[in-house]
């Protein structure tokens, strides 16, 4: 305990004397570039609007030039990895399937009941199923990033933090309309408009088309490009009522199409005993993302659709607020798993050895979540206010999982089944006080009552007996609950009115999972759940009204840390739980506004993490890759994991942006650019030579012209082309997928 706590304190003095810091930006691009100096930044972190500087948690915040600019192109949800302190996204499934990761908690496991110690919100609903949570990012006011164990008012599994999404909602006037095209003929656009319908009611409809064509050539078909194109519909219609001063009321409904192809997987991308990326002929040949060799049919489809009934009511001293939400959503994806053509049986194989051809589907056939949540909060600003209320989830999943003996075949000759109800209730409670020296304490809790339900089965095998799979597999039935009491503790005190500090206590949750990919297994396995204690302290400060620094240092104890085995040479997944998993760091955000049309942000994070469990064991990679970690003694293939950093969690990250403007006839010239950097990371709870990438560092440019109605700008995406693997396969060899490529366009907005 010492050693971190010392290292935890000197990190915080070091950090406090460098200019290191965020991402956030105002909320009016033209107006935040005509006035000179900062802009307050408003937050819902804690369920009512305020000021960010008055808020005693770690948090950051993506809206106006920097959203923007991410969203050039094209950009999904994965676009914000890195453009946080401390927040990684990625996905082995593309645009459809976002993993998040918060202070290096987060779960690599590629199964649709994935559970996720970093909770989406959006528009004040939880979204549990991974299928849900790449919705589009358009038409949204701001996205919120809360570090750290946010149970107290949120709910459902947010011991590593939340990513807060908060469209705009009827209650903005006027709207907007932008277009685009670039690179391998992409095509976005979106617009919103509100339309009034007199003092009482309003209509807000947002929507987003996206196109992209094919621009992976497989040179093992007659077509010149054949993958990674896509085209995505997303709509939100929003209707708000106001038949009194103080009652409001919004009924909205979300609808989304996805229809792409699914993420190409590159078969031996690694060279072996390092992490080099190779090309098609192997570690001589330079790696081309252009191209690559499958054999595999390959597809991916998704719609979701969404019904929320938010209602408030203003009593005066109190507010009432209902939020009732509705979401479902059908799935399916097949991809070429071994990520090449042919194989070792084959006339041909490639590129590099293929030991065997792996094709499976993963299908949701049908997914349900009903969630309900009734709070009651004081509307006092000063002196004790409280908030309390009870929340209620309700989810119905059904998962199916075809294994294919062939790349083009059509009927599976493995199908295997997995049904999970999943119910939870809480009820929380806060309530903070604030003294006449400007001393606020808060503090709440949650009791939290999660079950789940879940049976898997193995109805359809007809694969060779030789193969190992043992033919059909029973109803294999599996249950869990658990009652767990969350909570935290907080202080903010004003130093003066430049300087607040802040100091926080929380203890954060995640319920117990359950999995049971039964194609390749033949049986369930359960994680217990998990409890975090995070402590963090900070100082949140502005420097003459053109300067923003805020600095917290943390450090996290899990218990129980739920992870997840992934691959293998059974291409199975396995929960297990660690003893205890450690973590501290720092992050720091900086904004500085020196003149009118000058800003620069800065934001950085170290983040430390470790694996304390003598006894925790898992396979190692079933290819040729150079594991790192000692063998069990009399157990071959068998690695222990104690002391590794968690996968896809690199120690440093960074990001920063600069942007200026000058005024040119009615409008004015801008430019704009974003960078992030992270270090290496490894993919899997093993460490190895090639499942690993380097640092990687992207950038963008966006140049334009902009008045107070019309935008015209030209961009550019990963400007340098920086070419790094992202993710890994470990099943059959060393199978790994790449970042995005460069993408440049032009796009053109108007407001009205």
Sequence with gaps: MRRPISYFASAIAIAATLTIAPAVQAQDDTAAA???????????????????????????????????????????????????????????????????????????????????????????????????????????????????????????????????????????KGGYLKVGYGRFNSFNSEGAATIDMGDQFAVRVSGLYQRRDDWVD???????????????????????????????????????????????????LFATGSNDLVGLGGATTDFDRFVTRADGINFQRLKTYNATNNIEWDLGAVTLTSVSSYWGGRYASRGDIDGGFGNQFAPSQGP?????????????????????????????????????????????????????????????????????????????????????NGLTLQAGARYNDDKRDFVASRPVDTRPGFLGFGGPVANQFSKVDSQVLTWDVSALYPVNDDVNLFARVARGYRAPSIQGRLAFGRSNSVAREEKTMSYEAGV???????????LTGYYSDTEDLQLTAVGGASNFTTLLNADKVTGYGVEAEFELRPA?????????????????DPNAFVAGCASACTVLDPQRTGSPGIFSINGNQLPQSPKFSANWTAGYSAPVGGGELYAYTDWAYRSKIQFFLYESTEFSSDNLLEGGLRLGYRTDAFDIAAYVRNITDAEEAVGGIDFNNLTGFVNEPRIWGVEAGFKF
């Design 596 to 612: 009118a049309g000058l800003e620069f942000t800065v934001g950085a994070s170290y983040n430390k993490n470790e694996i304390k």
């Design 34 to 172: 005509d006035a000179e100096g900062l802009d307050e930044i408003v937050v819902t972190a804690q369920r009512r609007s305020e000021n960010l500087q008055d808020v005693p948690l770690s948090i950051d915040v993506v809206s106006g030039d920097k959203l923007s600019a991410i969203n050039s192109g094209g950009g999904d949800i994965r676009a914000l990895a890195g453009r946080v302190p401390s927040l990684n996204i990625e996905s082995s499934f593309g645009r459809t399937f976002p993993r998040f990761y918060i202070r290096g908690l987060g779960n690599t496991d590629f199964d649709l009941n994935a559970s996720q110690p970093v909770s989406l919100v959006y528009d004040d609903v939880v979204l549990e199923n991974p299928i849900l949570k790449g919705f589009p990012v358009f038409d949204v006011e701001r996205v919120e990033v809360l570090r750290g164990p946010q149970g107290t008012l949120f709910g459902r599994n947010t011991p590593a933090g939340i990513v807060k999404f908060d469209s705009a909602t009827p209650e903005k």
């Design 540 to 550: 949140k400060s502005e420097f003459g009204g053109i300067a923003r620094l805020n």
């Design 352 to 436: 590099g050895f293929i030991p065997f051809s792996a094709q499976t589907e993963d299908r949701v056939p049908s997914l349900r979540q009903l969630t309900q949540e009734l709070r009651i909060a004081s509307n006092n600003d000063g002196g004790l206010g409280y908030q309390a209320g009870f929340f209620y989830f309700d989810e119905k999943l059904r998962i199916e999982t075809l294994d294919y003996g062939s790349p083009q075949d059509v009927s599976a000759d493995a199908i295997a089944l997995q049904d999970q109800r999943s119910k939870a209730w809480a009820l929380f409670g806060s309530v903070n006080y604030k003294t006449e």
């Design 218 to 268: 497989n040179i093992d078909t007659p077509d010149d490009k054949d993958l990674e194109g896509y085209r995505d519909f997303a709509l939100r219609v929003q209707f708000l009522a106001t038949p009194t001063e103080n009652l409001s009321w919004r009924l909205s409904g979300q609808f989304r199409d996805y229809n792409g192809s699914a993420r190409v997987f590159r078969a031996n």
